[in-house]
C-alpha cells in the first residue's frame, strides 16, 4: 500500500506563491502517475495536475495553466505543486493521489489519496 503526506499549504495573499509537497511512502511504489486535486467548500473535487513517474509528462487544467507547475524528485517519491499567482478561487483543500495504471482528470482514476493540506488565498 501506498501513503500519500501532503505539506507545504497556508495562508497567502492574491498574487503570491505556494509550494505544496506530497510525499509517497510504503513497502513497494508502483503507480505511474501522481496528481493533484483541489476541493473547495461545496464543490466536487477537481483535477489540478498530473504528471507520469517515468516520462515526467505533465498535465494541467486550464483554470492553473500558466501558473502552476507539478514536478517529480523520483529518488524521493516526491511530487510538487509550485503555485504562482495565486488567486482567491484558487482556496481549496489540495489532495496528492496516485493512479496504478495511467493518468487522468477523475478522481476516480485514482488509487491513493492523502489527507490533504489547505490552501487559502485571501483577496
Known amino acids: 500500500q501506498v501513503q500519500l503526506v501532503e505539506s507545504g499549504g497556508g495562508l497567502v495573499q492574491a498574487g503570491g506563491s505556494l509550494r505544496l509537497s506530497c510525499a509517497a511512502s510504503?513497502?513497494?511504489?508502483?503507480?505511474?502517475?501522481m496528481a493533484w486535486f483541489r476541493q473547495a467548500p461545496g464543490k466536487e473535487r477537481e483535477f489540478v495536475a498530473a504528471i507520469t513517474w517515468s516520462g515526467g509528462s505533465t498535465y494541467y487544467a486550464d483554470s492553473v495553466k500558466g501558473r502552476f507547475t507539478i514536478s517529480r524528485d523520483n529518488a524521493k517519491n516526491t511530487v510538487y505543486l509550485q503555485m504562482n499567482s495565486l488567486k482567491p478561487e484558487d482556496t481549496a483543500v489540495y489532495y496528492c493521489a496516485a493512479s496504478k495504471l495511467r493518468v487522468g482528470p477523475k478522481p476516480y482514476q485514482y488509487d491513493y489519496w492523502g489527507q490533504g493540506t489547505q490552501v487559502t488565498v485571501s483577496s
Open positions: 510504503g513497502r513497494t511504489f508502483s503507480s505511474v502517475a
